[in-house]
């Protein structure tokens, strides 16, 4: 059983930084990777960031690369996402997910319904 809860969204100003976490609230305790995706208005929803939890590879899709790290907290079953130099464009909805995978080509992609969990969203809105 895994729970995952987003939090930290808000409303910021362009240049801003801002750090989402997703805290695993499940009795499952050792997730093999965890992703961060977004969904703006309008679009399809895409990955943003893929990170394998065993050796701490991590994808990055390139309109993030450089501005958004992520990290994990093991005592508080929790992973953050830091967002630096926040853009208009960052705006989206925000969503954790595992477990997810790295497609060549394609970015991160998450779990389909049944094959692992979402959490319930956090939105970020990036504006002046």
């Known amino acids: 059983q895994v729970h995952l809860t987003e939090s930290g969204g808000g409303l910021v100003q362009p240049g801003d930084s801002l750090t989402l976490s997703c805290t695993n609230s499940g009795f499952t305790s050792d997730l093999y990777s965890i992703g961060w995706f977004r969904q703006a208005p309008g679009k399809e929803r895409e990955g943003v960031l893929c990170?394998?939890?065993?050796?701490?590879?991590?994808y990055t899709d390139d309109s993030v690369k450089g501005r958004f790290t992520i990290a994990r907290d093991n005592g508080k079953n929790t992973v953050y996402l830091r967002m630096n130099s926040l853009k208009p464009e960052d705006t989206a909805v925000y969503y954790c997910?595992?477990?997810?995978?790295?497609?060549?080509?394609?970015?991160?992609?998450?779990?389909?319904?049944?094959?692992?969990?979402w959490g319930q969203g956090t939105q970020v809105t990036v504006s002046s």
């Open positions: 990170m394998s939890i065993p050796d701490g590879t991590t």
């Open positions: 997910a595992t477990p997810c995978t790295v497609v060549d080509g394609v970015g991160a992609l998450g779990p389909h319904e049944g094959f692992g969990s």
